[in-house]
């Protein structure tokens, strides 16, 4: 009897070799994505220090006046920047607070603000829906 030598391309194993590569892959990608959003979402905090406290809306909306309107518009309605009515309604709290620290959206500027602060201008965004 003579045994044929096997070559990758017809066994089998070599395949299955591929496909668990792959899903090993896959699954190494998706805990690097869970951990990259927990760590986005969760372990700032700044954030964390935020959305505990209670906003002031008047306090927020002379902090809007003061640093915002002059590119929102005074009442929200747009000018430089976009139009802010609703603005929370498509937004998270902490999608909203990265957009007002990050500075990654020139010209609008990066904000420092203390979590009290933070929190009065997030219930004056909230007031504008
Ligand atoms: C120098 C002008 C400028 C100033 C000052 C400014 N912004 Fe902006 N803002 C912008 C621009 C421009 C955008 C749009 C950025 C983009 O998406 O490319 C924006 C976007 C935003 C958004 C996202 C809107 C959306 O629909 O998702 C929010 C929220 C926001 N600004 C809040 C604020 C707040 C609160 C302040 C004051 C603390 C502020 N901005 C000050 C120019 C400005």
């Known amino acids: 009897m003579t045994l044929k030598p096997s070559t990758s391309a017809n066994n089998p194993l070599a395949s299955n070799g591929l496909i668990r590569a792959l899903i090993v892959l896959a699954a190494t990608a998706s805990i690097f994505l869970v951990l990259w959003f927990l760590g986005e ?4 905090p700044y954030i964390r220090a935020t959305m505990g406290l ?7 909306k ?6 915002c309107a002059g590119c929102h518009g005074i009442d929200a309605q747009g000018l430089v920047g976009p139009a802010l009515q609703n603005v929370s309604l498509h937004n998270s709290d902490s999608d909203l607070i990265n957009q007002i620290v990050s500075g990654k959206t020139p010209p609008m500027p ?10 009065d201008l997030l219930a004056h965004l909230h007031s504008l829906n």
């Not at 209670?54 to 927020?60: A, K, L, Q, W």
């Open 54 to 60: 209670e906003g002031s809306e008047e306090t927020g």
């Open 110 to 119: 990066s904000f420092e603000m203390e979590p009290q602060a933070m929190a």
């Open 62 to 67: 002379q902090l809007f006046r003061m640093n």
């Open 41 to 44: 979402s969760q372990a700032d």
